[in-house]
């Protein structure tokens, strides 16, 4: 939904960074209005999920220009925990495992230290449960995954369900979901979609961080951009979305070639 | 808190049971000879058996050695320069609470273990331990009815002299090892459970050592006896002053299970660990062996292990009733300059025994930890089954893990599997912990205790969150 | 309190020790040093008891057996008279190079080596020799002054490229009573491969040392098959140090069965890690006999690979000891080490002791380690008897298939040998 009044939650203003000396964004602009939808494309080493670790503060990236503003307050700043606590998710392109921590442990802390710093109160264990519990139907989970520890032994459709299950109960502001669709079945891939569907309203926004057009059909982005060389080359309605499907991406080397030649000169684009 | 800090940094925090007690103490002078055992001996006003046992042990000593092969770094111990026995004046054991000293009420209160009437855990019973002398017991009257006897080894040796003769010494012999040996001549006071033939001892029992003074060692002693068909659940846990010096600790816990008997016993070891340059600090030299004696008898060791400049430990089951069981499940948190050499024996000799060994083991800062076990299935024990899991988990590249499961089988009709694996805390794991909202720390402790996980749920219920807190504040951080 | 004590030690030396009589006997019978190496080694010899029980490393092993072959060298003459007069095991053939091993006479004399083999001689040779043991501090390790004061010669070879025969060593010694020891020497050079079959067979009281020391360059591969066809009157001392490059690759793959006495250590050190090494070991004991494998591999730098299966089948009144290190030190980041020990108990008489040693200084690996101790297992038993096949011949499958995931490890060329059937102690067709 695109409101042009709605209040900007992300500004990503020429961001600048790279892994192990090595520059893979290489100014990246972006902006994000509650009540928005966003998909960015691109090919394997376009640097597009270098933006989403970047974003959520992942400590092996190094960002080494630009800024990030979470609505006004400068994100870059903060420890990946607050950015956590303040409404930022990512969602794992690959979910981690953490033998022996508790799956409903590890959600009930996560939940109330984003309740804490909403001004909510903590929940209870029992008051927890049943949270849990309504929420899980929002991905149709079996409740026994709770019992187990974090994401141990899940299959690539139960770790991503897992991830939106954390989306639902941590209620948060700005979501980027990494390659959520990569490793799914069409209907795991149906039941995460109606998730992100279920959450998505007007005072949030979504970040799909997409390699297919497949994941656009079941989620409509409001804006689709396209990255290549750690840049968006160029930004359009979902129609872009579709084009890409239909063309591949044979003309991004192109424009990104003649961008390169004539560099200096030109920005790239930008979602005003 | 950044996020920049290691792991490793956040393991060190201040050891908050630190202080010492300001009380009057009668100490006899250092050194050990035979004249020094004969005055502990008539201090306690023991009868003759006690005595020779005492006398015969320390004869033993005397041509053992100490033992190396353990290659645990320590300078040699001066047996002379220590004090063998120490006593906070109060002199006779007191015949109500209200009469203690109130500075060792309040020592034991700031240490987390009110004994006075009015505060006293609802459901556990404990057995008060300062430096030398049990100071207290409670719930004594109400265990008594069910027929239990919960009370000092030096009151049980009066008042129970023909149980401690007939047990004590018979599980693990005076001349066992140099550390036994020196304990039997010498031990000072420690605590005697007995729990009659069928009755299911109704509340957990607990025993709390305080050493207190500089230089006095500390050699408890413990025997623990369950009849035909009984059962208790017992629990240890020790604390100490911080010195500068090092101070000798060296126990020795006997257990005798009869048939259909068991005991559950757990540890939390706290003594003081010496500080982060490996001054000071408690060398946890420790005998602990059970006997399952009847058939289907069970003996359970939990032990949480977190401080000490220097523990060796094996809490062991010999099994000899037929069909029956040991476990071990222990986690041994290492910072600093400590070294852990734990680890268990099982030695299965009835047929049909079974044993489980699952062992946690956390190495961080400069400290070494080791598993050092023996499973042994001898000719007889047919149908004999172990199962052994020993993980080890680094924080830092400073300290060691080492592993060394020794298996001795001689009876085709047992099985015995072992698995091991190490592992540390990952950066991945922490940014997805971290990326949810859990701060650094929780999150380090959060893993911390899921790798523990195992072996806290083992841990009575009253003291499972307990252990759990332990070990988060071993991980605080004293990171800005 | 506990102060630096000021008294006397309290383990004084044992007083200075003399050589046990059996080695009194044997050096007095062996011709004058060639070297002053070798007569140091002697000299060092001499002062030694046997190893002892009492120390830790020959805590499950008693040298015992040793004791009781003739102390004397063995005599070549003999054992070329007493091998049996048929060739030994397959008809040598193309894509095989043969060389027979009896310690004195040099087995390759008047021979054409393939391409990427060659004769170390000369400075090179010295300055190789001893090389792997310095690195691993083995100098003065008992078995190596044994093999060091016995062995009159060196087998050395450099290889330079990939040589494509399988080199095989064989020594027989067949009836043949006394001692004796081969030395041996491979140099892989960078990139060079190599692939050996070392037989190994004793059918009285004899006994033998083995010392093999091998350097890989980087990216060097060498694949060494020790088969070990014993006798319950003879004895085997086997150490096989090996140092590795960098990129190099190792498989190390032994079958021991039938010695009254077998020791075989594998000492392998990754000078600087990255390097695989993958060891493979089975050993059978029945009888008497006792076969014990100490092996152990160190990572002196990052990202090292250990694969490690050590097999064991225990009968009769045998005795089988497996102590397995793998020290991961501090430099050794990334090291992924998996060991595994299985050991079958197969007789109430037999005994089956089993000793890993992890040592890990490196947060950042990935060390597993497994053991099982077990008889065959019933329900496989039962799987194959519910296909109506009998008992006794269910579990001579399983015991095949439980010793062949070992014996199939073994270089190309190994099957003509016939492992499995006289590892099983079946009578090997002639």
């Not at chain 3, 067949?174 to 020497?185: H, I, K, N, P, S």
Request: proline share 5%; hydrophobic share 40%; charged share 25%.
């Amino acid at each position: 939904m695109i409101r042009p009044d709605a209040p900007v939650l992300l500004e990503i203003r020429d961001l600048r960074a790279s892994v192990d000396e090595q520059p893979i964004l290489k100014g990246v602009n972006l902006m994000i209005r509650a009540g928005e939808i966003h998909a960015v494309m691109g090919r394997n080493g376009s640097g597009k999920s270098t933006l989403s670790k970047v974003l959520a503060g992942h400590p092996a990236y190094s960002v080494t220009g630009g800024s990030v503003l979470y609505r006004g307050e400068d994100l870059l700043a903060l420890e990946p925990e607050q950015r956590a606590r303040i409404g930022l998710f990512l969602g794992f392109q690959y979910p981690i495992e953490i033998p022996g921590v508790s799956n409903l442990e590890f959600l009930r802390v996560a939940t109330n230290g984003r309740r804490l710093a909403q001004g909510q109160e903590e929940l209870d264990t029992f008051a927890f449960e049943d949270l849990v519990r309504e929420r899980l139907q929002v991905v149709q989970m079996d409740p026994a995954f709770l019992e187990r520890s974090v994401n141990e032994g899940f299959s690539g459709g139960e770790k991503k369900r897992n991830e939106i299950l954390q989306m639902a109960l941590l209620e948060p502001l700005v979501a980027i979901l990494d390659e959520t669709d990569s490793g799914l079945d069409i209907d795991a891939l149906r039941i995460v979609a109606g998730g992100v569907n279920h959450l998505a309203g007007p005072d949030n926004a979504t970040l799909l961080i997409t390699h297919y057009q497949r994941l656009l059909d079941v989620i409509t982005p409001d804006f689709v951009h396209v990255m290549a060389a750690g840049r968006i080359l160029r930004t359009g309605g979902k129609e872009l979305a579709l084009e890409l499907e239909d063309r591949g991406y044979d003309w991004v080397d192109e424009e990104l070639a003649s961008l390169e030649a004539g560099e200096a000169a030109r920005t790239p684009l930008e979602v005003a | 808190m950044s996020s920049t800090a290691t792991v490793g940094d956040l393991v060190s925090q201040p050891y908050k049971y630190g202080f010492v007690t300001d009380i009057e103490t009668e100490k006899i002078a250092k050194g050990l000879d035979e004249d020094v055992v004969r005055l502990i001996s008539a201090k306690k006003q023991e009868p003759a058996f006690l005595l020779d046992f005492r006398l015969r042990a320390y004869r033993q000593w005397l041509q053992m050695q100490e033992p190396d092969w353990a290659a645990l770094g320590f300078p040699a111990i001066n047996y002379q320069n220590i004090i063998y026995y120490a006593a906070p004046k109060q002199q006779e054991k007191k015949s109500s609470l209200d009469e203690v000293d109130p500075k060792l009420l309040e020592t034991f209160e700031k240490l987390g273990i009110p004994i006075s009437e009015q505060k006293r855990l609802s459901n556990v019973a404990v057995d008060a331990v300062f430096d030398s002398v049990s100071i207290a017991t409670t719930y004594k009257e109400k265990l008594a009815e069910h027929g239990v006897i919960f009370c000092s080894i030096s009151e049980a040796v009066k008042e129970h002299p023909e149980l401690i003769e007939r047990y004590l010494g018979t599980v693990v012999p005076s001349n066992d090892n140099f550390f036994a040996a020196l304990n039997s001549a010498v031990f000072s006071d420690g605590s005697f459970v007995f729990i009659p033939r069928g009755v299911e001892c109704p509340m957990e029992l607990s025993t709390y050592f305080r050493i207190n003074s500089g230089d006095t060692g500390q050699f408890e002693r413990t025997l623990i006896v369950a009849e035909e068909g009984a059962s208790v659940s017992y629990l240890e846990g020790c604390t100490a002053p911080m010195f500068d010096t090092n101070q000798l600790h060296a126990a020795v816990v006997e257990l005798v299970v009869l048939d259909d008997a068991s005991i559950k016993y757990s540890t939390v070891q706290n003594w003081y660990a010496g500080d982060e340059n490996g001054v000071g600090g408690i060398y946890n030299f420790v005998t602990k062996r059970g006997q399952c004696r009847g058939d289907r008898s069970r003996i359970s060791w939990t032990q949480v292990e977190t401080g000490s400049a220097i523990t060796w430990k094996y809490p062991s089951c010999v099994l000899q009733g037929a069909d029956s069981v040991g476990e071990f499940y222990s986690v041994a948190l290492t910072n600093n300059r400590q070294q852990a050499d734990t680890g268990t024996k099982m030695v299965h000799v009835g047929p049909r025994t079974r044993s489980t060994i699952v062992s946690k083991g956390i190495s961080a800062g400069h400290s070494a930890n080791s598993y050092r076990g023996l499973v042994q299935v001898g000719p007889k024990a047919i149908g004999a089954r172990n199962f052994s899991q020993c993980d080890s988990m680094l924080i830092g590249d400073h300290a060691a893990a080492n592993t060394y499961p020794y298996i001795r089988c001689q009876q085709p009709e047992a099985r015995i599997e072992h698995e091991a694996s190490t592992s540390r805390i990952s950066a991945d794991q922490l940014f997805y912990l971290q990326s949810r909202g859990i701060g650094f720390e929780e999150a380090v402790s959060m893993m911390v205790s899921g790798f523990c996980r195992d072996v806290f749920n083992q841990l009575p219920m009253e003291f499972a969150a307990e252990a759990d807190k332990l070990l988060a504040l071993k991980l605080e951080g004293s990171v800005g | 309190m506990v102060a630096v004590s000021a008294t006397e030690p309290r383990h004084p030396l044992p007083a200075a020790a003399t050589a046990a009589p059996w080695i009194a006997d044997l050096l007095a019978d062996l011709p004058a040093a060639p070297s002053a190496a070798v007569a140091r080694a002697r000299e060092l010899l001499a002062q030694q008891p046997l190893p002892s029980r009492r120390q830790e490393d020959w805590r499950f092993t008693d040298l015992a057996p040793l004791t009781t072959i003739a102390p004397r060298p063995l005599d070549p003459a003999e054992q070329a008279s007493s091998a049996p007069a048929a060739p030994l095991g397959p008809v040598a053939e193309p894509g095989r190079l043969r060389l027979l091993l009896d310690g004195l006479r040099d087995p390759l004399d008047g021979l054409n080596l393939p391409p990427g083999l060659h004769r170390l001689e000369g400075e090179a040779l010295q300055a190789a020799l001893g090389r792997s043991l310095a690195a691993q501090g083995l100098e003065a390790d008992w078995p190596v002054l044994l093999n060091t004061a016995l062995a009159p010669r060196v087998l050395a070879l450099r290889v330079s490229a990939a040589v494509a025969p399988l080199l095989e060593l064989v020594n027989d010694v067949g009836t043949g009573q006394g001692v004796e020891a081969l030395r041996l020497l491979l140099l892989l050079e960078d990139g060079a491969s190599l692939e050996v079959l070392q037989v190994q067979r004793a059918a009285a009281a004899s006994a033998t040392s083995l010392l093999l020391e091998a350097e890989l360059g980087r990216g060097a591969r060498l694949r060494h098959g020790l088969l070990a066809q014993g006798h319950g009157a003879a004895s085997l001392l086997a150490q096989l140090v090996v140092s590795q490059s960098p990129g190099s690759e190792l498989d190390l793959v032994s079958a021991l069965s039938g010695w009254g006495l077998v020791r075989l250590e594998p000492r392998v050190l990754q000078d600087e890690g990255q390097a695989a090494t993958r060891l493979r070991g089975l050993q059978r004991v029945d009888g008497r006999q006792i076969a014990d494998t100490h092996s152990q591999v160190a990572f002196a730098g990052p990202e090292g690979r250990l694969d490690q299966l050590h097999k064991v089948v225990a009968d009769g009144a045998g005795r089988s000891v497996f102590n397995g290190a793998v020290r991961v030190p501090r430099a050794a980041q990334r090291t992924d080490a998996a060991q595994l020990s299985r050991s079958l108990l197969l007789s109430d008489r037999a005994r089956i002791d089993t000793k890993p040693e992890l040592e890990i200084v490196a947060d950042d690996v990935k060390c597993a380690h497994g053991a099982t101790v077990s008889r065959l297992q019933d329900d496989e038993l039962f799987y194959l008897q519910s296909r109506g096949i009998a008992a006794a011949q269910a579990a001579r499958l399983l015991l095949r298939g439980y010793c062949d995931e070992v014996l199939a490890e073994l270089p190309g060329g190994a099957a003509g040998w016939q492992p499995l059937e006289r590892l099983m102690g079946e009578d090997p067709t002639p």
